[in-house]
């Protein structure tokens, strides 16, 4: 597609529900990132994908946090038993591999803003 | 330590006028990138410009300059003839290393601009 895209735009959840997050990249683009940004914040870095490789999963704030990406494309962010520190926007986004140091910047999605109830 | 500081969580400025919107790095990788983004109220997170370690010349993206001091660690966004539509939050961020895309985060800088 034309640019990341990102489903639900919303979700309201009640505490200790799991959800479920879509990102699905630009074609062709074979880095796809995760982050969350709370009410005010900065972005944190939750998880990064980067073609065949092991994902860095360094930024995931628990056990609840999980996520995968089917056939090097579309990624799924699973938060289990929700709580509300939960709460927040996840921005999904997506590039082309870095390098030598070029300029490869992100093409970020519109987010998923979470609620957790 | 934070690897990303932007010590302005606010700034306000006139119409027309130049900002300096402030980011100090803390790597001792010789070779990072450093990426300026614009954050709308509407949310979507948008490019401005790029700064490579080993960059000899300061990068320029239309009204956008970054000035870069490797030996302070700075890499501050100038916006030249602000206009109403930059109002929105900047974040500073930094990639380490050649062979990672991972970003990390400034907590940002909102920019007010006022008539």
């Known amino acids: 597609g034309a640019g990341v895209s990102q489903s639900p735009s919303n979700k309201v959840t009640e505490k200790g529900k799991d959800v479920e997050l879509r990102c699905d990249p630009i074609?062709?683009?074979?880095?796809l990132y995760w982050y969350r940004q709370s009410l005010g914040q900065g972005l944190e870095f939750l998880i990064y994908?980067?073609?065949?490789?092991?994902?860095?999963k360094s930024g995931l704030p628990s056990d609840r946090f999980s996520a995968e990406r089917t056939g090097g494309s579309v990624s799924t962010l699973t938060i289990q038993r929700t709580q509300q520190e939960d709460s927040a926007v996840y921005l999904c986004?997506?590039?082309?591999?870095?390098?030598?140091?070029?300029?490869?910047?992100?093409?970020f999605g519109s987010g998923t803003r979470l609620t957790v109830v | 330590a934070q690897k990303i500081t932007q010590t302005q969580p606010g700034m306000f400025v006139q119409e027309k006028e130049a900002v300096t919107l402030d980011c100090t790095y803390d790597?001792?990788?010789?070779?990072?990138?450093l990426f300026w983004y614009k954050q709308p109220s509407s949310g979507e997170m948008i490019f401005l410009i790029y700064?490579?370690?080993?960059?000899?010349q300061n990068a320029t993206e239309g009204r956008y300059s970054l000035n870069f001091q490797k030996a302070r660690k700075s890499a501050n966004l100038v916006i030249s003839a602000s206009q109403l539509g930059d109002s929105a939050m900047y974040f500073c961020?930094?990639?380490?290393?050649?062979?990672?895309?991972?970003?990390?985060f400034g907590t940002g800088t909102r920019l007010q601009v006022f008539p």
């Open positions: 986004a997506s590039s082309l591999v870095a390098q030598q140091g070029t300029n490869y910047g992100y093409t």
């Open positions: 074609s062709g683009h074979t880095a």
């Open positions: 994908f980067q073609g065949n490789s092991a994902p860095d």
């Open positions: 790597t001792s990788d010789p070779s990072y990138g």
């Open positions: 700064q490579g370690s080993y960059d000899q």
């Open positions: 961020a930094m990639r380490e290393g050649l062979l990672t895309d991972k970003l990390i």
